[in-house]
């Protein structure tokens, strides 16, 4: 019966954990339609982004980790910041896949 509990336990954590990131991934998402394709996109469809290489996009995830520990520009940035590194991260993830030609992982 404790196995049992304990199993229970741990599937309810997992499931927490995925709804967890379908809420930070919603948050993603609405930065990219609300800020990034506003700012940097054009009309021609392609962005600022689409020349980068993996290599760019980790340059830029480092960049807003660096400055992770700045007071400065307030909480919500602080916030916002992580949600561009996730975004830097799918960039290099899909960048890296197509340099690679290798399937999703999953």
Not at 19 to 44: A, C, R
Not at 46 to 55: H, I, K, P, R
Request: proline residues 3%; charged residues 30%.
């Amino acid at each position: 019966m404790e196995e049992k509990v304990l199993s229970e336990t741990i599937r309810k954590q997992y499931v927490n954990r995925a709804l967890e990131w379908s809420d930070f991934s919603y948050q993603v998402s609405k930065h990219i339609l609300e800020y990034t394709i506003p700012q940097y996109g054009n009309p021609e469809g392609d962005d600022q982004v689409t020349s980068f290489t993996v290599e760019d996009c980790f340059t830029n995830m480092m960049r807003y980790t660096n400055r992770r520990k700045s007071n400065t520009r307030g909480n919500k940035e602080k916030l916002r910041d992580l949600i561009k590194i996730a975004h830097y991260a799918q960039l290099a993830h899909d960048k890296l896949k197509l340099e690679l030609q290798e399937p999703n992982v999953y």
